[in-house]
C-alpha cells in the first residue's frame, strides 16, 4: 500500500508562486511515474505535469509549460511542482498520482491552490 500526501497549497495573488509537495510512503512504493492533476469547480479534473520517475523525463501541459516545473526527490520520495507567475485559471484542487506496475493508481487527498487578480 502506498501512501501520498500533497502539501504547499494556498491563497497567493497572480503572478506568485506556489511550491506543491506530494510525499509518497509505504513499503511497495516503486512508481513508474507521477502525475499532478488538477480540478477546478465545476470542471473535470486535468492534466497539468508528469516525471517519469527514472530517469526523470518530464511532459507538461501546454497552459503550465513555462510556468510550472515537476521535479522529484528520489531519496526522500518526494514529488514538487514549483508554480511560478501563477493566474485566476490555475485556481483549483491540486491532486498527485502515483502509476507502477501491478498496482492500482495512488491518488492524494488533494490541496487547494486559490489563485487571487
Known amino acids: 500500500q502506498v501512501q501520498l500526501v500533497e502539501s504547499g497549497g494556498g491563497l497567493v495573488q497572480a503572478g506568485g508562486s506556489l511550491r506543491l509537495s506530494c510525499a509518497a510512503s509505504g513499503r511497495t512504493f516503486s512508481p513508474y511515474a507521477m502525475t499532478w492533476f488538477r480540478q477546478a469547480p465545476g470542471k473535470e479534473r486535468e492534466f497539468v505535469a508528469r516525471?517519469?520517475?527514472?530517469?526523470?523525463?518530464?511532459y507538461y501541459a501546454d497552459s503550465v509549460k513555462g510556468r510550472f516545473t515537476i521535479s522529484r526527490d528520489n531519496a526522500k520520495n518526494t514529488m514538487y511542482l514549483q508554480m511560478n507567475d501563477l493566474k485566476p485559471e490555475d485556481t483549483a484542487v491540486y491532486y498527485c498520482?502515483?502509476?507502477?506496475?501491478?498496482?492500482?493508481?495512488?491518488w492524494g487527498q488533494g490541496t487547494q491552490v486559490t489563485v487571487s487578480s
Open positions: 516525471v517519469v520517475w527514472i530517469p526523470g523525463r518530464t
Open positions: 498520482n502515483s502509476v507502477q506496475s501491478g498496482s492500482p493508481d495512488y
